[in-house]
Structures are given as structure tokens and as C-alpha cells.
């Protein structure tokens, strides 16, 4: 039912102007303009079809049971030319993701379909078939998921962003070091305005933090690691380290705050001039005290409402599991107390906010980052571009092959 009502869609949008798409170049975020400039990738050597003749082709080949190609879908996708077509295209990916083909999606595919969602004013696609990227095959690389957090920063929507920061922190995406920086600001950004936090939430806000810290040499990194483990530890407590762990790319060991106190003893102790942020001191410090509470205790205790008597037998089995580590909140109360002085004592506690310093390392740090990750998308370019004409060459040998085997086909009936 969809494919002829696509094909329909397709005739309509061929006659419809493009309404223009506005720009925001020339002021500058946190990208800068030349990162998200986009002449490089239009002036890419593409074949011009127009996609109402590539839905066709591709409804044809699914009805006869047959696979699309990646080169075909690769077509669609580079030819968008307006956001009535964005809709098409993410019909079509849909489709190829689900047919024996799905393996094949090509880098540059997915690269380009993010571009255009971009071009075409189309941000909510680009971040729904990420979050769905199991039913879409949309696995961008770092670059493409910085333009795509970058867009959002442009349009002042830390939401969505922050939702593509918690899809690089499922994927365990934070290898490239622009990337880590444009989270860390997202993640503080956000926290810097949203105090009340749901278990989940903070689970996710943790487990970023606690991953990015890791990759971070400095203040803000030691400082988002104490972070993130506080997070955690508090869902650990709160809710069973299953809640923690559970399709979550963290370790099932149980002792998150153990971990945060050992940041706060790994800084204290050492001989380089490290230095945490007081904000993140705070919150361990609220974590630890509400944890100890006995209002927080009596809470625990009561099976939460909409439990079935399963889940609440589940959860106590958990308690009763993670009971040595409850056990151990006044002596982590204690060493935060302790560790907390020596850090006064040798004056590194760092008063300023993290978004302010993780702003100044931003600053700092991205412009290098982003010339790095400019090199590297050149190179991508011209192996796509290299991949691109050879799976073309293919498929012209291969057609060619078909038509002189059904030419041989033909003589040979005739001859009969």
C-alpha cells in the first residue's frame, strides 16, 4: 500500500519549489563554520536520477522478491531534493535494512542521509533514525554525528542533542577527541539547567560522564569521572545494579561509589597539580547524604507502586545481593569527609562550574581537533569516491554478463 502512494508523492514533489533552507552560517557555536561546511560533500562526482524512477525500480525488485542494491539505495539517498523526499527516503531504508542486503549500507550513505536531513531543515529524521539505528542501519561515523549535535547547538535544542550524545555513549562512540568535547558541553550544559533527575536520566547522564572522564586527561575529565560514578552509585543503591548495567555499556562489578571516592584519593594523592571541580564534590556529597538518610531507608524498604509481587520479590533478591555494599555508606561518608579536607587542605578544589571549564577546554582544545578530523574526512571522500566507481564498474560487468547470457538464452531458443 505505501510504495504507490511514495511513487505519487515522488510525481507531486517534481513540481513543488524547494522552500529555501535557512542558513545560520557565519556565526559561530562551538563547530566552526568551516567543520560544517558543506561544499566539499555537494561538489562529490554523483549520477543524477530522479527518485521517482529509483522507487519504482526498488518497489519492482522487492515485489519479485529480489534484493536492492547498495549502490541503488546510495542513488535515492544522493538525490534528495526536498523534504517531501526525506520521508520517501526513510521508507526506503527501512526497507533495505530489513532485506538480505542490509549489511551493505554504505558508509557514505548514511553520511549523506544525515547531510540532507541537515539541508532540507529535516533534524527530527536524522535523530529518529538514530535512535532507531537498528531498524534504519544508521551508524554514523564521529564527523557526521558532530554536524548532527552541532545543528542542534545551532538551533538552541540541548534536548535533542542530548539525545544524540546518550546514542554515542550506547554505541561507545567516544573515541574521537572533538566529539568527547562537544558531549562533555552538551552533558554540562544540560545539567546546568535540570536539577530533578529521573533514575533514568541519571543512569544516562553517568554513564556519559563516567565514559568520557575516562578519555580526558585533565580536571574535567577526573571531575566527570567523581560525576558519573555518584550518578551511578546512587541508581546502584536506589535501584540494583541490574538498573545500572542493563543494556548500558558498563561493568556489572558493583561499588560505583567506591570508584568515585578513588578519583577523590587518586587526585589527593597525587603529585601532579590536579584539581577537582567542587561541583562535582557537591553532588557525591548529596548522593552519599541521601543515601544515609532514614527517610531514603524507610523508602527502600516499601515496594514501589505499580510493582507486581514478582518485581518486588526481584528487587529485595537484588537488596539482599547489594546489601554489603549499603552496609559500607558510613564508612564512605566518612572517607568522602576525609579525602574532601585533604583536597581543601591542598587547595585543589576547583571553584568555577563545570560547564565554565569545560567551555575553556572546548576553546582550547577544538580547534585542533577539528583541522585532525577535517584531514580525515578528505580521505573518507576519496575512498568513497573510490568504492563508489568500483561497485559502479560491477555492476556494469555484471549487466553486461546477464545481457549477453540472455542473448545466448534467445539464440539458442530460436535456433530450437
Not at 558519573?228 to 558493583?254: F, I, S, T
Request: overall charge negative; glycine content about 4%.
Amino acid at each position: 500500500m505505501a510504495a504507490p502512494v511514495v511513487r505519487h508523492g515522488f510525481l507531486r514533489a517534481g513540481r513543488l519549489a524547494v522552500p529555501p533552507h535557512l542558513s545560520l552560517a557565519g556565526k559561530r557555536f562551538l563547530l566552526s563554520a568551516a567543520y560544517s561546511d558543506s561544499q566539499k560533500w555537494e561538489a562529490r562526482e554523483k549520477e543524477h536520477c530522479h527518485p521517482a524512477d529509483l522507487a519504482s525500480l526498488m518497489d519492482k525488485t522487492y515485489e519479485r522478491k529480489l534484493p536492492v542494491s547498495s549502490l541503488t539505495i546510495s542513488r535515492f539517498v544522493d538525490n534528495i531534493s526536498s523534504r517531501e523526499e526525506i520521508d520517501h527516503a526513510e521508507y526506503y531504508l527501512y526497507k533495505f535494512r530489513h532485506s538480505p542486503n542490509c549489511w551493505y549500507l554504505k558508509d557514505w550513505t548514511v553520511h549523506t542521509w544525515i547531510r540532507q536531513c541537515l539541508k532540507f531543515g529535516a533534524q527530527d529524521k536524522a535523530l529518529y533514525t538514530l535512535v532507531n539505528r537498528v531498524q534504519y542501519g544508521i551508524f554514523p561515523d564521529n564527523f557526521t554525528l558532530n554536524l548532527l549535535i552541532d545543528s542542534f547547538i545551532k538551533k538552541e535544542n540541548y534536548k535533542d542533542a542530548l539525545s544524540v550524545v546518550f546514542e554515542i555513549m550506547m554505541q561507545e562512540a567516544f573515541e574521537v577527541p572533538s566529539t568527547q568535547l562537544l558531549s562533555l558541553y552538551i552533558l554540562y550544559h544540560c545539567l546546568a539547567k535540570k536539577t530533578d533527575l529521573s533514575w533514568e536520566e541519571e543512569r544516562n547522564f553517568g554513564a556519559s560522564l563516567l565514559l568520557l572522564g575516562l578519555k580526558q586527561e585533565n580536571s574535567v575529565g577526573l571531575s566527570s569521572q567523581l560525576y558519573g560514578c555518584a550518578l551511578l552509585g546512587k541508581v546502584e543503591l536506589q535501584r540494583g545494579l541490574r538498573d545500572v548495567y542493563h543494556n548500558m555499556p558498563l561493568l556489572w562489578k558493583p561499588g560505583y561509589l567506591d570508584r568515585a571516592l578513588q578519583v577523590m584519593e587518586k587526585v589527593s594523592a597525587s603529585p601532579e597539580d590536579l584539581k577537582l571541580c567542587g561541583e562535582a564534590l557537591d553532588v557525591l556529597d548529596r548522593v552519599l547524604r541521601t543515601l544515609t538518610s532514614p527517610a531514603n531507608q524507610a523508602v527502600e524498604a516499601q515496594p514501589q507502586e505499580g510493582e507486581d509481587s514478582q518485581d518486588t520479590g526481584n528487587r529485595i533478591e537484588q537488596l539482599d545481593l547489594e546489601d554489603p555494599e549499603e552496609s559500607k555508606l558510613p564508612q564512605y561518608l566518612e572517607r568522602f569527609k576525609d579525602s574532601h579536607s585533604k583536597l581543601k587542605a591542598l587547595g585543589r578544589v576547583e571553584a568555577e562550574s563545570l560547564l565554565s571549564l569545560t567551555t575553556q577546554l572546548v576553546k582550547a582544545k577544538l580547534p585542533a581537533c577539528e583541522a585532525e578530523d577535517l584531514a580525515l574526512y578528505e580521505q573518507n571522500l576519496q575512498q568513497w569516491h573510490l568504492e563508489r566507481v568500483q561497485l559502479i564498474q560491477r555492476e556494469q560487468e555484471m549487466r553486461e554478463k546477464a545481457k549477453q547470457k540472455h542473448q545466448a538464452w534467445m539464440a539458442a531458443k530460436t535456433a530450437a
